[in-house]
């Protein structure tokens, strides 16, 4: 089993409606991460997590919230789907006792708003 | 801002042939990592580089680091068509997990 899990890992909706993805991990950082990606733009940040009671905004978090509802759990909403919300999305976990600070990704989340 | 560039963008290249990617980076960090991703498919780490100077190698693949010049080199020797992927170098603009930048891929194609 995936040690980052995302569900779902397609899903297809409308313009408007709420979607919600999520993020489990039984690696036992302390750290996730919420990264979207789009052809020729590499993987850009959208919030990332110390821990149960850290929230940050990353470079563009505009039109997203997360909930980090356990230390191994964290999900990414989109209130409203636009279709330039189409993309790739990926969950990752670090661990801040761990001296690399290297990010270990979930499979993707593939989102197409029509 | 931490800005992340990487040269070429798009590299097909024939077997058994050498090459270099290259990583520049904007500010001053002694982090940097190489991801490949297959299409499709998740970010798979392949090198950690956390000093200036820090060279390590895998297979035919080879990734260096040099903090002052803000550059990292991913090299790859007699290329075969396994390696075919896109590359990401990716870089910890505040060594500490805050500022994770990545660049925007270097696509390879080896062909026979």
């Known amino acids: 089993d995936a040690d980052v899990t995302q569900t779902p890992r397609n899903r297809i909706t409308k313009t408007g409606k709420r979607i919600m993805l999520e993020c489990s991990q039984t690696?036992?950082?302390?750290?996730m991460y919420w990264y979207r990606q789009d052809p020729g733009l590499g993987l850009r940040l959208i919030y990332y997590?110390?821990?149960?009671?850290?929230?940050n905004k990353g470079e563009i978090s505009d039109g997203y919230s997360v909930s980090r509802q356990a230390q191994a759990k964290f999900s990414l909403s989109l209130e409203s789907a636009i279709p330039n919300q189409t993309a790739l999305y990926f969950c990752?976990?670090?661990?801040?006792?761990?001296?690399?600070?290297?990010?270990?990704f979930g499979e993707g989340s593939r989102l197409t708003v029509l | 801002e931490l800005k992340v560039e990487q040269n070429p963008l798009f590299l097909s290249m024939q077997e058994g042939k050498n090459y270099t990617i290259y990583c520049n980076y904007s500010?001053?960090?002694?982090?940097l990592y190489w991801y490949r991703q297959d299409p499709g498919k998740s970010l798979e780490s392949l090198f950690v580089?956390?000093?200036?100077?820090a060279v390590k190698q895998e297979g035919r693949l080879m990734a260096s680091l040099d903090t002052k010049a803000r550059l990292s080199t991913l090299h790859i020797t007699a290329a075969v068509h396994d390696l075919s992927a896109t590359y990401f170098c990716?870089?910890?603009?505040?060594?500490?997990?805050?500022?994770?930048?990545f660049g925007p891929g270097t696509r390879l194609s080896v062909l026979p």
């Open positions: 580089l956390l000093s200036n100077g």
């Open positions: 990752a976990t670090s661990d801040l006792g761990q001296s690399t600070g290297e990010l270990f």
């Open positions: 990716a870089v910890d603009g505040d060594n500490y997990g805050q500022n994770f930048v």
């Open positions: 690696k036992g950082h302390d750290r």
């Open positions: 997590s110390f821990d149960v009671k850290d929230i």
């Open positions: 500010t001053t960090s002694d982090r």
